[in-house]
């Protein structure tokens, strides 16, 4: 009995004395790879952000746009234009669920009833730059990060072709009468504007790195695939 006793617990030591030559290889073999991912890192490139002072905010109310958004998703290759208004002025439903279908998360295909204010704003896009298509490079996520505002339904990344990121930034800045975050993406291209939290204050930020493949973007922990669901 003593003998099992001494025996198991010298096997103990010797799984532990392994286990620790294995740590101490695997600690080993990282560290080169960790220096080696450094100036990776640098190439992602930087995120300049600021809070906006109270003096830069709209104050006078915005002009109603015409209410016409038109808007094309390369990824998804669909296009939709609508009237965001019906003629007596209120929201058309029927219009912002075809905006919705649009702005679905292109990964797990949940749609969600995205903030009009957006689309509110895609349709004074449409007015100001000469009724071109708004091109969505990304609606609704329902991703991993949850911070983010497009998890929330309340953020676009958008382009117009023949406008220029800065351009857009610019215009975009003009509508923000509190509460509104406006960031520009020079590497992809494309304006992201949201709305934010109740309460939140405005912000606006510059990101010269890319946002495709970041892993925020994964899908939620919450998503399930439906294994079942036809493929349609
Ligand atoms: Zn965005």
Redesign the pocket.
């Known amino acids: 009995m003593a003998n099992l006793a001494t025996r198991s617990s010298r096997l103990m030591l010797v799984a532990c004395l392994s286990l620790g030559t294995l740590v101490a290889t695997t600690f080993c073999i990282a560290e080169p790879a960790a220096l080696a991912a450094k100036p990776a890192k640098k190439k992602r490139g930087k995120f300049a952000g600021h809070g906006v002072k109270q003096g830069k905010l709209r104050t006078e109310p915005l002009a109603r746009p015409s209410g016409w958004v038109h808007v094309t998703h390369p990824g998804l290759h669909e296009e939709v234009k609508v009237n965001i208004y019906k003629a007596d002025g209120s929201l058309d439903e029927s219009a912002l669920a075809a905006l919705d279908s649009v702005f679905r998360c292109r990964r797990t295909k949940e749609t969600r009833a995205v903030d009009p204010r957006l689309y509110e704003v895609l349709s004074m896009i449409y007015d100001h730059f000469g009724q071109r298509p708004v091109q969505l490079?990304?609606g609704f996520r329902y991703q991993r990060n949850e911070g983010?505002?497009?998890f929330h339904a309340s953020?676009?990344?958008v382009t117009v072709k023949g406008v220029s990121y800065r351009d857009m930034y610019a215009f975009a800045s003009t509508l923000d009468r509190g509460g509104m975050g406006i960031?520009q993406?020079p590497r992809d291209g494309?304006v992201?504007?949201?709305f934010r939290a109740p309460g939140e204050p405005s912000y606006r930020w510059t990101d010269t790195g890319s946002?495709k493949g970041a892993s925020g973007r994964l899908p939620s922990r919450m998503f399930k695939k439906r294994s079942t669901r036809p493929s349609t």
Request: charged share 25%; no cysteine.
């Open positions: 490079a990304s983010s505002r497009h953020a676009m990344d960031g993406y494309f992201h504007i949201d946002k």
